[in-house]
């Protein structure tokens, strides 16, 4: 399991935009949609963390996100009281109550986990895109992964890895 970020996060709502920032720095996938699968689950489950978790301004929320093969796990955790997940019945009319509903929709799985934080995690395919060719110093050709981003730089506290490429089977 390679750690590829693990950040703590301000307990406000910008930490929403900071940890959808943080993810710029995976690779990209070969599905778009899988990009914006991820973004969406991380949003809401940062986002109950600012709205639900009773959080004090030195508490802080945390995102890791680690690979295994084809699969990324995502662990949002605050120091918050912590919940029993269920399937309550949600009105058509009610603004909120769905994010649970839309990470278990999207994601293979998903659970949470209390020990001393309350560690909300789920699991998702990240097929990264193909490597494409890339013309070399005088006109040489070769495989190797594009760059798929210009460097935005690196949000404080965020670990990128690995660097070391892997072939997946």
Same mark, same amino acid.
């Given at each position: 399991?390679?750690?590829?970020?693990?950040?703590?996060? /301000?307990p406000r709502?910008e930490?929403v @935009?900071? !940890?959808r920032r943080?993810?710029?720095a995976l690779p990209p996938?070969?599905?778009?949609?899988?990009?914006?699968d991820?973004?969406?689950?991380?949003?809401e489950?940062?986002t109950n963390?600012?709205?639900?978790?009773?959080?004090g301004?030195s508490?802080?929320?945390?995102l890791r996100?680690t690979?295994?093969? /084809?699969r990324?796990?995502?662990?949002v955790?605050d /120091?918050?009281?912590?919940f029993?997940?269920?399937?309550g /019945?949600?009105?058509?009319?009610a603004?909120g109550g769905?994010?649970l509903?839309?990470?278990?929709?999207i +994601?293979?799985r998903?659970?949470?986990r209390i020990?001393?934080?309350?560690?909300?995690w789920f699991e998702?395919d990240?097929?990264p895109?193909? =490597?494409r060719?890339?013309?070399?110093p005088?006109? !040489?050709?070769?495989?190797? =992964?594009?760059p798929?981003r @210009?460097?935005r730089g690196?949000a404080?506290?965020?670990?990128?890895?690995? +660097?070391? +490429?892997?072939?997946?089977?």
């Amino acid at each position: 399991e390679d750690v590829l970020i693990d950040l703590m996060l /301000p307990p406000r709502l910008e930490a929403v @935009r900071e !940890a959808r920032r943080a993810l710029g720095a995976l690779p990209p996938p070969a599905e778009r949609s899988a990009a914006l699968d991820l973004e969406l689950c991380v949003s809401e489950l940062v986002t109950n963390c600012v709205r639900h978790a009773r959080l004090g301004e030195s508490d802080a929320i945390g995102l890791r996100v680690t690979a295994a093969g /084809p699969r990324l796990r995502v662990e949002v955790s605050d /120091p918050g009281p912590g919940f029993a997940p269920g399937p309550g /019945p949600v009105s058509t009319t009610a603004p909120g109550g769905r994010g649970l509903r839309i990470v278990g929709r999207i +994601s293979h799985r998903w659970g949470v986990r209390i020990d001393g934080r309350t560690r909300v995690w789920f699991e998702m395919d990240w097929a990264p895109a193909p =490597a494409r060719a890339i013309r070399g110093p005088r006109g !040489a050709a070769g495989l190797r =992964a594009a760059p798929a981003r @210009r460097d935005r730089g690196q949000a404080k506290g965020v670990v990128i890895g690995p +660097s070391r +490429s892997r072939s997946r089977s």
